[in-house]
Structures are given as structure tokens and as C-alpha cells.
């Protein structure tokens, strides 16, 4: 797998990402940004709206239960709360950056917590549909 800044390479360009840099101010649509399609043909991994994800950052804002290296096995992907974290207060990651922030800080790997029930215009979440095996 290639390892990159940003989805289309190593360099940020305010012409493949909504960002604070390319100047709209607001979200926008999905497709605005066709020629930031990553090698895989995802669009607009960076960008646009914070994006939630179903990973848990943990209780403290400030630092991670489960860091990097990533291991989906730990108990970060798990849809009940693990851990010491009390009931209802597990921090849930967002990924990507938004409209708000600069191109230099939009990256896939840019994440942090916020609680589930928080909500924004800075916020959005994307629909992924793996293939059935059963075709």
C-alpha cells in the first residue's frame, strides 16, 4: 500500500480539498473535488466535514486509550464501550478535517475525540458499502 500526506500525494493544493485555503466556507457537495481521488477512487477523504468514524478515541479528550500503531483486534472498533471508560462517555473518533481548517492540517491521519452526541457543521460521516461475497 502507498503511504502519502494526502489522498492524492505529498502535497497539499487548496484546489483538491475543501479547506480554510480554497476559500467556499461552507461544506460542500460530494464530486466538487474529482481530481483529489485517491489511487483506490475515493473522493474527498480530506476536507469538507470532520468525518465520524465507529473507532472509540476513549474517555480523555487530550489522549487516546487505543494510539497508533492501529490494531483493529484491541478493542477500539467494539460498538460497546471497553475499557475503563464509563457508560455513554467513550469519546469516538473523527478523521479527515474540515472546511474550517488549513489545507497543511488535512490529512486521513488527522483524528481526534469528541463525544457521540455532539453535533456541527464541521461534522459528517460517509456511507461505505463493502461487496457481498454472496454475488
Do not use: H
Not at 502507498?2 to 457537495?29: M, Y
Amino acid at each position: 500500500m502507498p503511504e502519502r500526506d494526502f489522498p492524492w500525494g505529498d502535497r497539499s493544493d487548496p484546489n483538491r480539498a475543501n479547506s480554510k485555503d480554497s476559500g467556499i466556507g461552507s461544506a460542500s457537495a460530494a464530486g466538487c473535488f474529482p481530481v483529489a481521488k485517491s489511487p483506490y477512487g475515493c473522493e474527498e477523504l480530506c476536507g469538507n466535514v470532520w468525518e465520524w468514524t465507529s473507532t472509540q478515541w476513549g474517555q480523555d479528550w487530550s489522549e487516546p486509550d487505543w494510539p497508533y500503531p492501529y490494531d483493529p483486534t484491541d478493542g477500539r472498533e467494539s460498538v460497546r464501550e471497553v475499557g475503563g471508560t464509563e457508560a455513554g462517555r467513550a469519546l469516538r473518533v473523527v478523521r479527515g478535517g474540515s472546511f474550517f481548517d488549513r489545507q497543511d492540517s488535512l490529512r486521513c491521519a488527522a483524528r481526534f475525540g469528541i463525544l457521540p452526541g455532539v453535533r456541527g457543521d464541521l461534522l459528517g460521516f460517509r456511507v461505505v458499502l463493502s461487496p457481498s461475497s454472496d454475488l
